[in-house]
């Protein structure tokens, strides 16, 4: 199993990125997709979650109305597009998928998810 995270790199303040996790050797259409980032000298957090009936869930306030989430599970691919950048989002941009179809309570926990990708870094400044 692999989940790739791509599509990170440098942009400016009010810019925008849009995120690709591809996953392989594994069928994620039943279970969660989340995407979690890790800024320098921080401790990983939960940003968004797509339930396995593409039902959405945000765990981080910081990035409500700028970030959205989606999959495309006949291409095994779930998508963070980032709108409104701002250099506190720089960080390392991680993928995972959960244990089931829904998004879990607590998605900081890293229990409750099953399988994690390696990161893309997305550096915002000008």
């Known amino acids: 199993v692999q989940l790739q995270a791509s599509g990170g790199g440098l942009v400016q303040p009010g810019g925008s990125l849009r995120l690709s996790c591809a996953v392989s050797?594994?069928?994620?259409?039943?279970?969660?997709i989340g995407w979690f980032r890790q800024a320098p000298g921080k401790e990983r957090e939960a940003i968004l979650c797509?339930?396995?009936?593409?039902?959405?869930?945000g765990y981080a306030d910081s990035v409500k109305g700028r970030f959205t989430i989606s999959r495309d599970n006949a291409k095994k691919t779930a998508h963070l597009q980032m709108n409104s950048l701002k250099p506190e989002d720089t960080g390392v941009y991680y993928c995972?998928?959960?244990?089931?179809?829904?998004?879990?309570?607590?998605?900081?926990?890293?229990?409750?998810?099953?399988?994690w990708g390696q990161g893309t870094l997305v550096t915002v400044s000008s």
């Open positions: 995972a998928t959960g244990w089931s179809g829904g998004c879990p309570r607590d998605a900081s926990r890293k229990s409750e998810w099953r399988y």
């Open positions: 797509s339930s396995s009936g593409s039902i959405n869930t």
């Open positions: 050797g594994f069928t994620p259409g039943r279970y969660a």
